[in-house]
């Protein structure tokens, strides 16, 4: 079972730079894929037991996502795409591309295994309470089930901070940098716990600064 859980939001994208969420499922700036290609020495130099053996790799499969998780981990093999992992929103910028177009996008990558509503935004994928909560369940007690000690998870600011990380007290975690990585552990592996919190246990984290600080979500600029 998975012990530790390495949660990451993905580096700058277009719509964090120009606060423009209307930009379909956008892709990294300059910045952002320098912020990818400096994640894995902060990761090394943070969390240094856990490199070998490879961790479990899952990732949201939006653009930004993927090219956060390529760069940034580009020796790493065989990610696992989870759409339980997208972000919250219905915008634009949080809506995803069909299979057929990030085949397209990244063809050395396999998206067949998402399903063909994936990014309706309808359904379990909606916007909504009761959906994203059970997206974060499904993302945790897979993660808990899974062979190996560790599990490195790409993912969304508002996704992370409001649901996947929440915790038992449902509070919302502290504001994700692009590009930041936090680790968590499982607060039970109970066979009965069906909600397999997760629990943050070091304060460090594994993250690039981003001098234009242009990592705010769209949730975020409505507080």
């Not at 956008?26 to 856990?50: C, H, N, V, W, Y």
Request: charged share 25%; net charge negative.
């Amino acid at each position: 079972m998975v012990k530790n859980v390495y949660l990451y939001r993905h580096a700058q994208a277009e719509h964090n730079a120009t606060s423009n969420w209307g930009i379909p499922d956008p892709t990294l700036t300059p910045l952002g894929r320098a912020q990818s290609s400096d994640i894995f020495a902060a990761f090394k130099e943070q969390f240094s037991g856990a490199t070998s053996p490879q961790p479990l790799l899952v990732c949201s499969p939006l653009r930004r996502t993927v090219e956060t998780m390529l760069l940034g981990f580009p020796e790493w093999v065989k990610p696992v795409f989870m759409p339980e992992l997208q972000e919250i929103n219905d915008l634009p910028c949080d809506t995803g591309s069909s299979a057929s177009r990030l085949s397209e996008l990244f063809p050395e990558l396999d998206f067949t295994s998402l399903p063909s509503d994936w990014n309706t935004k309808r359904g379990p994928w909606a916007p909504e309470e009761q959906a994203l909560q059970a997206r974060a369940r499904v993302v945790r007690r897979w993660l808990r089930e899974q062979p190996g000690e560790n599990a490195v998870v790409v993912s969304h600011g508002d996704f992370l901070r409001y649901y996947l990380a929440s915790g038992a007290d449902e509070e919302p975690q502290a504001h994700w940098d692009n590009a930041e990585g936090r680790l968590y552990v499982f607060e039970s592996h109970e066979e009965g716990d069906e909600k397999a919190w997760l629990v943050r246990i070091e304060e460090k984290t594994a993250k690039v600064p981003d001098p234009q600080d242009g990592s705010r979500t769209s949730a975020e600029m409505r507080e």
